[in-house]
């Protein structure tokens, strides 16, 4: 007997041909037909009911290293039917880590001018990516991770915060790093330019660190040195990047920032086609907002605080002032009847002032939809999740954004396109062999969802909503998520870059 048939299902199968009609039994994990039911009974029957099946949805951009530590059901992923997510980015990882650092640095905790602002505190006593995967398998995951190496982690690591270049020596030491989690199954190696400390490096720097993943075959993925004025020679800067270091470049939540510079993203996507045109390896990853989000304090500077950023600032999480959560700058300023950029001051220097998370409206609706009209552009939330505030609602509300707003409202992709963009296209491109398709064989990572109500309900106002219209998510072949809630079967697995999971004998 198998153990689970989902019958009646409209079949999206990752290819972004078009669906068709059948049934999908599961067994052991995998999908062990596709089609036509096998004959005889399963352990479970699932009536699809004539809705969409297709493979679980791939997060090509999470900030969820922590979260995996923190919240293991991952609800905010699990009910999107976000079945893996690719952490560790924007230069920011939860390894390598020190072990029994003094100060804010303890076991398994990066240090707090780098990662934790991202993070957030990392419960758990590990170095390195298998102490890291022991650590999170223990809490029993609802969902897969795939983790990137990032280079602000190392670079603290090994040289604090410190505003120069490195040495011979501190170099290698960086390279190790990056070395040791290749080996041990990142997907590769991301920076965060415009963050501390890796804007302090120059782009030989970031070279000669990507050169220790080439040998493994990962990827370089890149929060870009400038999203707004310098956008172009921010692209130049990371094809440059990826051809001298040799390796697949993915450029995250490609944007083009601020007013003055909607859309750009057109000549930024013409520099990338030249690219592939050439025959260099580029994807990049979109979400589906007009409102960035992230740490406050890396976006101003405290001595002119720029008032055009400080005028499109809403509050997420902010220790220091817990009642300006939600809240837009403008209108915590005129209450206050201060000038918006003394706001900014004022929230930035308190104490834990450097903790705040803001959201920034600095993208053009119009920039989305190019974007997503891109044939290798994926998916990803860049989903900060920090539960505490009123985090940005794309932490809950992505993927079915994309289904709701961008194929079932606008048309600007179809139904078959946009999972192909959020299954096949991350899995072949980020390494994971055996998943983000429905085919025989592969692991029976799959969402059920109804294509006609299926929509996000996240808000700024209200962003901790589970969307609706998810019917059902399987993980590894286990029901993880039905009837609005989490099953706790715990399913998820550490995946490694063309390797098979962390613990697991088979690929
Ligand atoms: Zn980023």
């Known amino acids: 007997m198998i153990d689970l048939l989902i019958r009646n299902v409209r079949i999206i ?17 995998r999908i062990v037909a596709v089609g036509q039911a096998p004959a005889g009974a399963a352990q479970r029957e699932i009536d699809g009911r004539g809705r969409c099946l297709a493979p679980g949805f791939i997060d090509t951009h999470a900030h969820d290293d922590g979260a995996f530590l923190r919240h293991p059901d991952m609800t905010f992923k699990l009910a999107q039917g976000v079945t893996t997510t690719v952490s560790g980015n924007c230069g920011f990882s939860a390894i390598p880590a020190a072990t029994g650092g003094s100060g804010a640095s303890g076991p398994g905790v990066s240090g ?5 602002g991202l993070l957030g505190r990392m419960a758990g006593d590990f170095t390195d990516l298998n102490g890291y995967f022991a650590a999170v398998m223990a809490r029993g995951p609802a969902i897969n991770n795939l983790m990137l190496v990032g280079h602000n982690t190392v670079r603290e690591l090994v040289m604090g915060l410190e505003a120069r270049a490195p040495s011979a020596a501190e170099l290698q030491a960086m390279r190790n790093h990056v070395e040791c989690a290749m080996e041990q199954g990142a997907c590769g190696f991301s920076t ?37 004025d310098g956008l172009l020679e921010a692209v130049d800067e990371s094809l440059a990047i990826g051809r001298a270091a040799g390796l697949h470049v993915h450029i995250s939540h490609h944007k083009a ?22 025959g260099q390896a580029v994807t990049l990853d979109v979400y589906p907002y007009t409102a960035g989000s992230g740490r406050m304090i890396e976006y101003f500077n405290l001595e002119r605080p720029s008032r055009e950023l400080a005028e499109v600032i809403r509050i997420a999480s902010c220790p220091a002032f817990r009642e300006f959560e939600g809240r837009m700058l403008v209108d915590i300023a005129a209450e206050r009847g201060i000038d918006v950029t003394e706001a900014v001051k004022l929230v930035l220097t308190a104490p834990r002032g450097d903790q705040t998370l803001c959201i920034q409206f600095i993208i053009d609706e119009a920039d989305i939809e190019t974007n997503l009209r891109h044939d290798d552009m994926m998916v990803g939330s860049d989903g900060i999740p920090d539960l505490r505030g009123r985090p940005h609602p794309r932490l809950f509300g992505t993927f079915p954004r994309i289904l709701a707003r961008y194929v079932r409202e606008r048309g600007v992709l179809s139904l078959p396109e946009a999972v192909r963009r959020m299954t096949a296209l991350p899995a072949t491109t980020f390494g994971l062999d055996n998943r983000g398709s429905i085919r025989p064989g592969y692991w029976a990572d799959l969402v059920l969802f109804d294509p006609v109500d299926v929509r996000d309900t996240a808000t700024y106002d209200d962003p901790q909503q589970l969307p609706e219209g998810i019917n059902c998510v399987v993980v590894n072949g286990q029901v993880a998520f039905e009837a609005g809630a989490g099953t706790g079967v715990a399913a998820g697995r550490m995946l490694r870059f063309r390797q098979s999971a962390w613990g697991a004998a088979e690929h």
């Open 257 to 278: 920032a601020g007013r003055a510079n909607w859309g750009k993203v057109g000549a930024s996507l013409a520099k990338v086609d030249a690219a592939l045109a050439a």
């Open 112 to 116: 707090p001018g780098a990662s934790a």
């Open 192 to 228: 965060g330019l415009i963050y501390r400390p890796g804007r302090y490096s120059d782009t030989a720097e970031v070279i000669e660190i990507a050169r220790a993943v080439q040998p493994f075959g990962g990827l370089y993925t890149t929060h870009m040195r400038n999203e707004g």
């Open 13 to 29: 199968d990752g290819s972004g041909s078009a669906p068709f009609e059948g049934d999908v039994a599961v067994d052991d994990g």
